[in-house]
C-alpha cells in the first residue's frame, strides 16, 4: 500500500508561483511513475506533469514551460509552479501509478485570482 500527502496549496495572484510537495510513504518501486494531475470544478481530472522509470518527464501541453516536477529523494515529488494563470485553478492530486494500481493524494486546493 502506498500513501500520499499533498502540501504548499493556496491562493495565489496571476503571474505569480507556488511550490507543491507530496510525502509518499510505503514500498515504492524504480518502475513506478510520479505525477501530479488537477480537476477543476465541472471538469475531469487531467494529467500535469509526470515523471517515468529512466526520469522520462512528460508535460500537458498546457502548463509547459512554466511548472516544472521533480523528485527528492525516493519519497518524494514537487511541482514548481511558475506563471500562474486562473485556469490554473484546481484541486491538484498528486499520483503514484504502477501496472494495475493507482495511488492518490487527498489533494490540495491552488487558486489563481486577483
Known amino acids: 500500500q502506498v500513501q500520499l500527502v499533498e502540501s504548499g496549496g493556496g491562493l495565489v495572484q496571476p503571474g505569480g508561483s507556488l511550490s507543491l510537495s507530496c510525502a509518499i510513504s510505503?514500498?515504492?518501486?524504480?518502475?513506478?511513475?510520479m505525477g501530479w494531475y488537477r480537476q477543476a470544478p465541472g471538469k475531469q481530472r487531467e494529467l500535469v506533469a509526470e515523471?517515468?522509470?529512466?526520469?522520462?518527464i512528460n508535460y500537458a501541453d498546457s502548463v509547459k514551460g512554466r511548472f516544472s516536477i521533480s523528485r527528492g529523494n525516493v519519497a518524494t515529488v514537487f511541482l514548481q509552479m511558475n506563471s500562474l494563470k486562473p485556469e490554473d485553478t484546481a484541486i491538484y492530486y498528486c499520483n503514484v501509478r504502477r501496472a494495475y494500481m493507482n495511488f492518490w493524494g487527498q489533494g490540495t486546493q491552488v487558486t489563481v485570482s486577483s
Open positions: 515523471i517515468r522509470s529512466g526520469g522520462i
Open positions: 510505503g514500498i515504492i518501486f524504480n518502475s513506478d511513475t
